[in-house]
T-cell receptor, first 115, second 110 residues
C-alpha cells in the first residue's frame, strides 16, 4: 500500500481483557518496528523485526506483551490481561533495508484506552 | 546512543524561518543526527538526517557544527502546517532503535 496502515485506529477495552493490534507495512519493506507513546511523552521502542532474523524484543515492557510477524508482511502486537498503564498510542513503522538510513515511515497509530 | 537536549517549546511567525536547536555533546564519530516531526494525532514523519556536512532537502535544512556537538534544523518559510513536535535523535550507523526524547513543540503563529 501507499503507507503503513494500522488497525483499529481506536480501541477501548476493559481492564483484564486481551487486545490485538495490527500493522500492515509498506509492501517490500523488510523491517518493521513497534513503538508506544504515552500521553505527552516521547516514543518508547518495543520490538523490531528484520526479515527472517530473530526479532529484537528488548523493549517489550512485560511478558503480557508479544508480537508476531509472518515473513515480511503483517504484524500483530498482542497485549494480554490489559492494565490501565497500557493506555497509550501504539505506533508501527516500516523501512526498506536499503533505505533504512533515510528514515522510517510510521503509521497513524492505534489509540488504546483501558478502562 | 548519545543523548540530545532540545528546548521544550518555540514560537515562530508564519513565513519566517524556524530555527530549532539541538545539543548532542556526547555524539560519537559514527552517529548520525536525525530529525522527525509529529503533527497532532499522527505518527512521526522523517524530515532529514546528516553525519558531518550540512544537508538540505525539500522540507528543511540541517546545519551541524564543525565539532558535531550541536545542530540546527531550519524550516525556511514556516507555515501553520509546520506546527508540530520536532524530535532530534542521534543514531549509530547500522542500528535501528530510535531513542525519542520529548522534543520541541513548535507553534507557528499567523
Amino acid at each position: 500500500g501507499a503507507g503503513v496502515s494500522q488497525s483499529p485506529s481506536n480501541k477501548v477495552t476493559e481492564k483484564g481483557k486481551d487486545v490485538e493490534l495490527r500493522c500492515d507495512p509498506i509492501s517490500g519493506h523488510t523491517a518493521l518496528y513497534w513503538y508506544r507513546q504515552r500521553l505527552g511523552q516521547g516514543l518508547e521502542f518495543l520490538i523490531y523485526f528484520q526479515g527472517n532474523s530473530a526479532p529484537d524484543k528488548s523493549g517489550l515492557p512485560s511478558d503480557r506483551f508479544s508480537a508476531e510477524r509472518t515473513g515480511e508482511s503483517v504484524s500483530t502486537l498482542t497485549i494480554q490481561r490489559t492494565q490501565q498503564e497500557d493506555s497509550a498510542v501504539y505506533l508501527c513503522a516500516s523501512s526498506s533495508y536499503l533505505t533504512s538510513e533515510r528514515g522510517y515511515t510510521f503509521g497513524s497509530g492505534t489509540r488504546l484506552t483501558v478502562v | 546512543d548519545a543523548k540530545t537536549t532540545q528546548p521544550t517549546s518555540m514560537d515562530c511567525a508564519e513565513g519566517r524561518a524556524a530555527n530549532l536547536p539541538c545539543n548532542h555533546s556526547t555524539i560519537s564519530g559514527n552517529e548520525y543526527v536525525y530529525w522527525y516531526r509529529q503533527i497532532h494525532s499522527q505518527g512521526p514523519q522523517y524530515i532529514i538526517h546528516g553525519l558531518k556536512n550540512n544537508e538540505t532537502n525539500e522540507m528543511a535544512s540541517l546545519i551541524i557544527t564543525e565539532d558535531r556537538k550541536s545542530s540546527t534544523l531550519i524550516l525556511p518559510h514556516a507555515t501553520l502546517r509546520d506546527t508540530a513536535v520536532y524530535y532530534c535523535i542521534v543514531l549509530t550507523s547500522g542500528t535501528y532503535k530510535y531513542i525519542f526524547g520529548t522534543g520541541t513543540r513548535l507553534k507557528v503563529l499567523a
